[in-house]
């Protein structure tokens, strides 16, 4: 198993920092989505679906 991990280090270390990436962009979409910041970079006034992207949740 030790063989496996020292033949293989290169390669694990590098799917472990793009995993690392990954969620990190994932972290940082969802909480701009929470602040309720649009991803996208234009206009929503023309987009066919900017009613349901700007929906505000409901108060209880």
């Known amino acids: 198993m030790l ?3 020292t033949e293989n280090l290169a390669t ?3 799917g472990l920092i793009l995993l690392l990436i ?4 994932v ?3 969802v909480r ?3 602040r309720g ?11 066919p679906l ?3 992207c700007h ?6």
């Not at 929906?55 to 209880?60: E, I, N, W």
Request: net charge positive; hydrophobic share 35%.
């Open 37 to 47: 910041q649009s991803s996208c970079g234009c206009g929503c006034s023309s987009c």
């Open 3 to 5: 063989a496996f991990f």
């Open 27 to 29: 972290i940082h979409l």
């Open 50 to 52: 900017s009613s349901s």
């Open 32 to 34: 701009k989505k929470k």
């Open 12 to 14: 694990i270390l590098i």
């Open 55 to 60: 929906t505000t949740p409901p108060t209880h």
């Open 22 to 25: 990954v969620a990190a962009i």
